[in-house]
């Protein structure tokens, strides 16, 4: 079922919203990585930021190049047609889309959230030993620490879920343009209107 | 005490709260289209709605009264006195474990997320599980962290004595 105008319109705001929102959280959360000293969940995040971006720009040309498409043409050759766009921009763009996806997956596994809590754990069984040496001033900044820790390993849960938000968002905007593919088990890629046989994303490349 | 700065903090709120409405919109957006193509998915629609908002009021009735306080031990202890405090944190943890029940119980087929108002449904969803996630965030940052172990109420600071009394150990 291809969206209205207005519906389309009124999700496209809502992405962008949830874009912006995730810019800000992520923002704030690498603030807050490096005030904890948390370099290899920082790079991390960094990456996961960019795989974010990176699918976004991604649906953005995959976006324009259904607009070159025109309106005219039917949900059940639109597909196709996008496949069909010269110099293979249509195929690729859908395919960067897919992979986008992908690599946020794999973004996500990359920082390691437990590695925080760890952290946070580490901090908050020191602050005895600190109190027990009479040092109030290491105990008051080790309880915190663990506070801000315990923080980031929220933000983090958010953000994984914001980025997922945001790649529903992107499929509800393309499927509402009449636009349907995906990866084939041997990820071969695949599409309504491709008239290969249904085996042939099982044949080993 | 806080952990960030005012600025820091307004802005958190003001996002929390902004990000509260815009979800609220969204679930308006698909109201129809749900309840003519998806019935089912639009009740759940409704029933995680109506947790997401019992949730959010107890969590601002939590950090209003926290925030501005140095916690230490003694007034976390005076806050968890206040009958209505004590309430809403149970509400809060209530409604948190609601929504997380509700959302595991549900996902969608691949050919229904063919259908771009069950992706946007989806899309609605992880923003609920996001506020939640960002709502411990700020607990964290007012020094709050409290959880319902056996029906009991429980949280960081709390005295000894009361835990062991309260749970039974």
Not at chain 1, 63 to 81: C, P, Q, W, Y
Not at chain 2, 34 to 44: A, F, S, T, V
Not at chain 2, 141 to 158: M, N, P, R, S
Request: charged fraction near 25%; hydrophobic fraction near 40%; glycine fraction near 4%.
């Amino acid at each position: 079922m291809i969206l209205s105008s207005t519906q389309t319109k009124r999700f496209g705001a809502d992405l962008n919203r949830q874009l912006a929102s995730f810019a800000r959280s992520a923002s704030q959360l690498q603030r807050d990585l490096r005030h904890l000293k948390q370099n290899d969940v920082l790079e991390g995040l960094t990456k996961f930021v960019a795989a974010v971006n990176s699918r976004q720009e991604a649906f953005s040309t995959l976006m324009s190049l259904n607009a070159a498409i025109g309106s005219n043409v039917s949900e059940a050759e639109r597909t196709k047609a996008l496949i069909d766009l010269s110099d293979h921009k249509g195929g690729s763009a859908a395919y960067d889309f897919l992979e986008g996806e992908t690599a946020i997956k794999k973004a996500v596994e990359g920082f390691d959230g437990n590695r925080v809590l760890l952290s946070r754990a580490a901090s908050y069984s020191q602050v005895k030993a600190a109190e027990d040496a009479g040092d109030k001033a290491l105990a008051k900044k080790l309880e915190e620490n663990s506070w801000l820790f315990a923080g980031a390993h929220h933000a983090l849960e958010s953000l994984s879920r914001q980025a997922e938000s945001i790649a529903s968002a992107q499929w509800a905007i393309v499927h509402g343009q009449g636009l349907h593919f995906w990866q084939g088990r041997q990820k071969w890629f695949r599409y309504v209107g491709d008239d290969r046989p249904a085996t042939y994303d099982c044949v080993a490349s | 005490m806080m952990l960030c700065s005012r600025t820091v903090w307004l802005r958190l709120s003001a996002d929390l709260k902004s990000r509260q409405s815009q979800i609220d919109r969204l679930s308006v957006s698909l109201e129809e289209p749900l309840r003519i193509h998806h019935p089912e998915l639009q009740l759940k629609m409704h029933r995680l709605m109506h947790l997401v908002r019992a949730s959010a009021t107890a969590f601002q009735l939590l950090v209003d009264r926290a925030h501005p306080l140095k916690l230490d031990d003694d007034n976390i202890q005076a806050l968890f006195a206040q009958p209505d405090f004590a309430d809403a944190a149970r509400a809060y943890d209530a409604s948190r474990a609601a929504i997380t029940h509700e959302l595991q119980l549900w996902e969608p087929s691949e050919s229904a997320k063919c259908d771009a108002h069950v992706e946007m449904a989806l899309s609605l969803f992880r923003q609920c599980e996001a506020l939640e996630s960002d709502q411990a965030r700020a607990l964290s940052l007012c020094q709050l962290q409290l959880w319902v172990w056996d029906g009991v109420l429980h949280y960081t600071g709390e005295p000894a004595d009361a835990t062991s009394s309260e749970t039974g150990a």
